[in-house]
């Protein structure tokens, strides 16, 4: 404990129910937030305002084989070094090591996501599961396939959370 609150490194004990409601609200990258779910990514910090260690999610997105885990590092540290501050913004430094898990609202969420996983992408703590973004997406399917007027390129958003932006 640090004046009186926990030390922000120290990982979690969350209830299944804590843990569903933070994956649906705050951690809405499918990589991150099936990894928190199935309790393979630690949890820090607070409930509120949950972090995670950049050198667990490495470890983690390199434990099959490759370099995802380095990908996974250098968003992380990117594009989620703020956290909640006293005003409820994404507006303060996380500690070294680790990075913000309130992913609707940071700099890595954009305007041009699908809307299928957050609401408004400028606002913390936004994200739910859209059915009707995600049947406005699937009916674009064509044997299966996603097809984008943009181009394959941009299918699926950029960036390793797909609908983030890339730095």
Not at 89 to 111: A, N, Y
Request: aromatic fraction near 2%.
């Amino acid at each position: 404990m640090i004046d009186g609150k926990t030390d922000p490194g120290t990982a979690l004990a969350l209830d299944d129910s804590a843990r569903e409601q933070m994956v649906e609200t705050k951690i809405t990258c499918p990589f991150l937030g099936s990894a928190v779910h199935q309790n393979i990514l630690a949890v820090r910090g607070d409930a509120g305002n949950p972090l995670a260690s950049i050198e667990d999610v490495r470890q983690l997105g390199n434990s099959g084989g490759g370099d995802l885990g380095e990908v996974l590092a250098l968003f992380a540290s990117g594009n989620h070094a703020l956290m909640r501050g006293a005003a409820g913004r994404l507006d303060s430094k996380v500690p070294d090591g680790l990075f913000s898990l309130e992913l609707p609202g940071s700099q890595g969420s954009h305007p041009g996501h699908s809307g299928i996983l957050q609401g408004d992408p400028a606002v913390p703590g936004s994200g739910r599961l859209s059915e009707a973004d995600f049947a406005r997406l699937a009916a674009r399917a064509v044997n299966g396939l996603i097809k984008s007027a943009a181009g394959p390129e941009l299918q699926g958003g950029r960036g390793p959370c797909r609908g983030t932006a890339g730095p």
